[in-house]
Protein backbone atom coordinates (compact mmCIF):
# COMPACT_ATOMS: atom_id res chain seq x y z
CA UNK A 1 0.00 0.00 0.00
CA UNK A 2 0.88 3.61 -0.09
CA UNK A 3 1.57 5.28 2.60
CA UNK A 4 0.38 8.89 2.95
CA UNK A 5 2.14 11.59 5.25
CA UNK A 6 0.90 14.62 6.05
CA UNK A 7 2.54 17.68 7.82
CA UNK A 8 1.97 19.13 10.47
CA UNK A 9 -0.42 16.74 12.19
CA UNK A 10 -1.98 20.31 14.00
CA UNK A 11 -1.39 24.21 13.14
CA UNK A 12 -2.90 27.47 14.73
CA UNK A 13 -3.01 30.14 12.15
CA UNK A 14 -4.68 34.00 12.37
CA UNK A 15 -7.66 35.22 9.71
CA UNK A 16 -5.67 36.54 6.94
CA UNK A 17 -3.10 34.23 7.25
CA UNK A 18 -1.20 32.08 4.17
CA UNK A 19 -1.48 28.26 5.33
CA UNK A 20 0.67 25.46 3.93
CA UNK A 21 0.22 21.75 4.49
CA UNK A 22 2.08 18.76 2.98
CA UNK A 23 1.53 15.56 1.89
CA UNK A 24 4.50 13.22 1.22
CA UNK A 25 3.64 9.50 -0.61
CA UNK A 26 5.91 6.45 -0.03
CA UNK A 27 6.20 6.31 -3.67
CA UNK A 28 5.94 8.54 -6.55
CA UNK A 29 1.79 8.70 -7.38
CA UNK A 30 2.75 11.39 -10.34
CA UNK A 31 -0.63 13.90 -10.29
CA UNK A 32 -2.99 11.53 -8.56
CA UNK A 33 -3.19 13.79 -5.41
CA UNK A 34 -6.47 14.89 -4.06
CA UNK A 35 -7.48 16.97 -0.89
CA UNK A 36 -10.20 17.27 1.52
CA UNK A 37 -11.63 19.61 3.87
CA UNK A 38 -13.56 17.65 7.07
CA UNK A 39 -15.66 19.84 9.12
CA UNK A 40 -16.54 18.66 12.67
CA UNK A 41 -19.43 16.37 12.53
CA UNK A 42 -19.52 15.98 8.95
CA UNK A 43 -18.28 14.40 5.88
CA UNK A 44 -15.27 15.11 3.56
CA UNK A 45 -15.91 17.77 1.02
CA UNK A 46 -13.16 17.12 -2.46
CA UNK A 47 -11.28 20.31 -2.42
CA UNK A 48 -8.60 19.71 -4.74
CA UNK A 49 -8.13 16.77 -7.14
CA UNK A 50 -5.10 15.78 -9.34
CA UNK A 51 -3.31 18.06 -7.49
CA UNK A 52 -3.78 21.30 -8.52
CA UNK A 53 -7.86 21.54 -10.21
CA UNK A 54 -10.58 23.05 -7.67
CA UNK A 55 -13.27 21.08 -7.63
CA UNK A 56 -16.62 23.37 -8.90
CA UNK A 57 -18.11 25.43 -5.69
CA UNK A 58 -14.61 25.51 -3.49
CA UNK A 59 -12.91 29.07 -2.78
CA UNK A 60 -9.96 30.03 -5.15
CA UNK A 61 -7.89 30.73 -2.08
CA UNK A 62 -7.15 27.29 -2.19
CA UNK A 63 -4.83 25.96 -4.08
CA UNK A 64 -2.75 22.41 -4.63
CA UNK A 65 0.62 21.95 -6.51
CA UNK A 66 3.22 19.38 -6.26
CA UNK A 67 4.30 16.11 -8.61
CA UNK A 68 5.77 12.72 -7.78
CA UNK A 69 5.76 12.15 -3.66
CA UNK A 70 6.07 15.54 -2.53
CA UNK A 71 2.78 18.09 -2.53
CA UNK A 72 1.23 21.11 -0.94
CA UNK A 73 -2.33 22.41 -0.32
CA UNK A 74 -2.04 26.28 0.18
CA UNK A 75 -4.75 28.56 1.83
CA UNK A 76 -3.99 31.97 0.39
CA UNK A 77 -6.07 33.96 3.51
CA UNK A 78 -7.01 31.78 5.98
CA UNK A 79 -11.09 32.42 6.53
CA UNK A 80 -12.55 31.46 9.80
CA UNK A 81 -14.81 29.16 8.44
CA UNK A 82 -11.70 27.15 6.88
CA UNK A 83 -11.73 25.53 10.59
CA UNK A 84 -11.36 21.68 10.12
CA UNK A 85 -8.96 18.74 9.52
CA UNK A 86 -7.60 18.52 6.03
CA UNK A 87 -6.89 14.88 4.31
CA UNK A 88 -4.84 14.41 1.38
CA UNK A 89 -5.21 10.87 -0.64
CA UNK A 90 -3.59 9.33 -3.61
CA UNK A 91 -5.71 7.82 -6.12
CA UNK A 92 -2.63 6.09 -8.07
CA UNK A 93 -3.08 3.05 -7.02
CA UNK A 94 -5.63 0.23 -4.86
CA UNK A 95 -6.28 0.36 -2.31
CA UNK A 96 -6.92 3.90 -2.55
CA UNK A 97 -4.88 5.39 1.24
CA UNK A 98 -5.41 9.15 3.23
CA UNK A 99 -3.55 10.62 5.00
CA UNK A 100 -3.45 10.78 9.03
CA UNK A 101 -5.29 14.57 8.65
CA UNK A 102 -4.09 18.06 9.46
CA UNK A 103 -6.35 19.49 12.07
CA UNK A 104 -6.22 23.22 11.52
CA UNK A 105 -7.34 25.81 14.27
CA UNK A 106 -7.85 29.39 14.12
CA UNK A 107 -6.46 31.66 16.36
CA UNK B 1 -27.59 18.32 -6.27
CA UNK B 2 -26.68 14.64 -5.99
CA UNK B 3 -27.57 12.96 -2.49
CA UNK B 4 -26.26 10.12 -0.85
CA UNK B 5 -27.95 8.32 2.42
CA UNK B 6 -26.66 5.53 4.35
CA UNK B 7 -28.79 3.13 6.13
CA UNK B 8 -28.34 0.32 8.87
CA UNK B 9 -28.34 -1.22 12.00
CA UNK B 10 -26.09 1.20 14.40
CA UNK B 11 -25.15 -1.74 16.69
CA UNK B 12 -23.44 -5.20 15.24
CA UNK B 13 -22.69 -8.08 17.33
CA UNK B 14 -18.65 -9.59 17.26
CA UNK B 15 -18.59 -12.70 14.60
CA UNK B 16 -21.81 -11.21 12.86
CA UNK B 17 -22.21 -9.10 9.63
CA UNK B 18 -22.42 -5.60 9.11
CA UNK B 19 -24.68 -4.63 6.42
CA UNK B 20 -25.03 -0.94 5.58
CA UNK B 21 -27.25 0.28 1.98
CA UNK B 22 -26.64 3.19 -0.07
CA UNK B 23 -29.59 5.31 -1.23
CA UNK B 24 -28.51 7.79 -4.26
CA UNK B 25 -30.85 10.39 -4.84
CA UNK B 26 -30.79 13.65 -7.36
CA UNK B 27 -28.73 11.93 -9.93
CA UNK B 28 -27.81 8.92 -11.76
CA UNK B 29 -26.21 6.07 -11.04
CA UNK B 30 -25.07 5.16 -14.33
CA UNK B 31 -21.34 6.59 -15.88
CA UNK B 32 -20.04 6.74 -11.98
CA UNK B 33 -18.18 4.47 -9.09
CA UNK B 34 -20.14 3.82 -6.00
CA UNK B 35 -17.75 3.63 -3.14
CA UNK B 36 -17.88 2.72 0.63
CA UNK B 37 -15.10 4.82 3.14
CA UNK B 38 -14.71 4.28 6.95
CA UNK B 39 -13.69 6.23 9.29
CA UNK B 40 -12.35 5.21 12.68
CA UNK B 41 -9.83 6.99 15.64
CA UNK B 42 -7.54 4.38 15.62
CA UNK B 43 -7.36 3.91 11.60
CA UNK B 44 -8.38 7.21 10.27
CA UNK B 45 -10.24 7.54 6.67
CA UNK B 46 -10.09 4.40 5.21
CA UNK B 47 -11.21 2.95 1.74
CA UNK B 48 -13.07 -0.13 1.54
CA UNK B 49 -14.51 -0.62 -1.84
CA UNK B 50 -16.06 0.63 -4.89
CA UNK B 51 -18.94 -1.16 -7.27
CA UNK B 52 -19.58 0.61 -10.86
CA UNK B 53 -22.98 0.76 -12.58
CA UNK B 54 -21.85 -2.37 -14.79
CA UNK B 55 -20.78 -4.26 -11.72
CA UNK B 56 -17.18 -4.71 -11.93
CA UNK B 57 -15.81 -3.74 -8.40
CA UNK B 58 -11.94 -3.64 -6.04
CA UNK B 59 -12.03 -4.56 -2.76
CA UNK B 60 -9.65 -3.12 0.22
CA UNK B 61 -7.27 -6.42 -0.08
CA UNK B 62 -7.31 -5.85 3.80
CA UNK B 63 -11.06 -6.27 3.67
CA UNK B 64 -11.38 -8.42 0.54
CA UNK B 65 -12.02 -12.16 2.41
CA UNK B 66 -14.92 -10.55 4.49
CA UNK B 67 -16.01 -8.22 2.07
CA UNK B 68 -19.49 -7.99 -0.53
CA UNK B 69 -20.86 -5.05 -2.34
CA UNK B 70 -23.52 -4.58 -4.58
CA UNK B 71 -25.61 -2.45 -6.69
CA UNK B 72 -29.17 -2.57 -7.53
CA UNK B 73 -29.52 -0.08 -10.07
CA UNK B 74 -33.57 -0.34 -10.35
CA UNK B 75 -33.48 0.75 -6.78
CA UNK B 76 -30.88 3.34 -6.90
CA UNK B 77 -29.17 1.65 -4.07
CA UNK B 78 -25.56 -0.21 -3.44
CA UNK B 79 -24.76 -2.02 -0.58
CA UNK B 80 -22.42 -3.23 2.01
CA UNK B 81 -21.34 -6.39 3.50
CA UNK B 82 -18.86 -7.04 6.22
CA UNK B 83 -18.89 -10.75 7.81
CA UNK B 84 -17.56 -11.81 10.95
CA UNK B 85 -17.08 -7.89 12.45
CA UNK B 86 -14.76 -7.25 15.28
CA UNK B 87 -14.56 -4.05 17.68
CA UNK B 88 -12.25 -3.41 14.82
CA UNK B 89 -14.71 -2.49 12.67
CA UNK B 90 -16.22 0.07 14.79
CA UNK B 91 -16.29 3.23 12.76
CA UNK B 92 -18.08 6.09 10.89
CA UNK B 93 -19.09 4.52 7.38
CA UNK B 94 -19.60 6.56 4.42
CA UNK B 95 -21.13 5.92 1.01
CA UNK B 96 -19.58 8.26 -1.46
CA UNK B 97 -19.41 8.75 -5.53
CA UNK B 98 -16.35 7.82 -7.13
CA UNK B 99 -16.22 10.16 -10.69
CA UNK B 100 -15.08 7.22 -12.80
CA UNK B 101 -11.92 4.19 -12.90
CA UNK B 102 -9.33 6.95 -14.40
CA UNK B 103 -10.43 9.90 -12.12
CA UNK B 104 -10.65 8.02 -8.83
CA UNK B 105 -12.08 10.87 -6.46
CA UNK B 106 -14.82 11.39 -4.27
CA UNK B 107 -17.03 14.32 -5.29
CA UNK B 108 -20.22 13.48 -3.20
CA UNK B 109 -20.48 11.81 0.30
CA UNK B 110 -22.85 10.53 2.39
CA UNK B 111 -23.30 12.04 5.81
CA UNK B 112 -22.21 9.04 6.99
CA UNK B 113 -23.37 6.83 10.02
CA UNK B 114 -21.76 5.02 13.16
CA UNK B 115 -21.47 1.40 13.42
CA UNK B 116 -21.07 0.08 17.17
CA UNK B 117 -19.52 -3.77 17.11
CA UNK B 118 -20.00 -4.96 20.53
CA UNK B 119 -21.72 -7.08 22.17
Known amino acids: DIQMTQSPSSLSASVGDRVTITCRASQSITNYLNWYQQKPGKAPKLLIY???RLQSGVPSRFSGSGSGTDFTLTISSLQPEDLATYYCQQSFSTPFTFGQGTKLEIK | QVQLQESGPGLVKPSETLSLTCTVSNGPLTDYYWTWIRQSPGKGLEWIGY???????KYNPSLKSRLTISIDTSKKQFSLKLNSVTAADTAVYYC?????????????WGQGTLVTVSS
Open chain 1, 50 to 52: ATS
Open chain 2, 96 to 108: ARQVSESLPVFDY
Open chain 2, 51 to 57: MSYTGSS
